[in-house]
């Protein structure tokens, strides 16, 4: 007997569905924004352009102030709204070559590519001022809220992204212990 057997078999759907679960582990569902590990993977990628181009990189750290009490308040449901809400504020302020992601419960970065300190300070003060005039209906009311921001401007080959990351949240430590609703520099 002699003959050749082929088998086939399309992959395509397979790889389809391998890069919608990479897309999923990467993505806040509640947000839309990348979330703590996809941020990291393409923040790494900019850090990296940026470090061979020798440009400066700016990170900023922000959190949204007393957000417990928005929980306490107003509900879980209440403060699933406000976040949605300050990731949909952030990405209207930010430029489509910027990074966001939803870094922890409450708290956001951004990554500004190829932003000078004063455009960064442009960038920041127009989502501090989104976010502040914005307002969430919820059936006990309307929730208003605040945010403290911290700016990290760092020579990329200097540093590396965990570095860079942890000089923005200093800095948002230091908006937090102003008191709140204010942004923080660290150049």
Excluded: W
Aim: positive net charge; hydrophobic residues 45%.
């Amino acid at each position: 007997i002699t003959g050749l057997v082929i088998n086939m078999h399309d992959i395509s759907e397979r790889k389809h569905l391998m890069a919608e679960l990479e897309k999923l582990s990467e993505t806040d569902a509640l947000t839309g924004t990348l979330n703590r590990r996809g941020f990291k993977k393409l923040a790494g990628q900019v850090f990296e352009q940026t470090r061979r181009k020798g440009q400066p990189l700016t990170l900023v750290m922000m959190d949204i102030d007393h957000f417990k009490g928005v929980n306490d308040k107003y509900g879980h449901a209440a403060g699933d709204m406000v976040l949605a809400m300050v990731a949909d504020r952030c990405r209207k302020c930010i430029r489509n070559i910027d990074i966001l992601g939803r870094f922890g419960g409450e708290e956001f970065i951004i990554l500004l590519n190829d932003a000078s300190l004063d455009a960064a300070r442009n960038i920041v003060a127009r989502v501090h001022s989104e976010i502040a005039a914005s307002r969430v209906a919820t059936i006990k009311g309307d929730v208003s809220i605040t945010a403290s921001f911290g700016i990290a401007t760092v020579n990329a080959g200097a540093l590396d992204l965990e570095t860079a990351v942890r000089l923005a949240d200093e800095a948002l430590y230091e908006a937090k212990n102003s008191g709140r609703n204010c942004i923080r520099i660290r150049a």
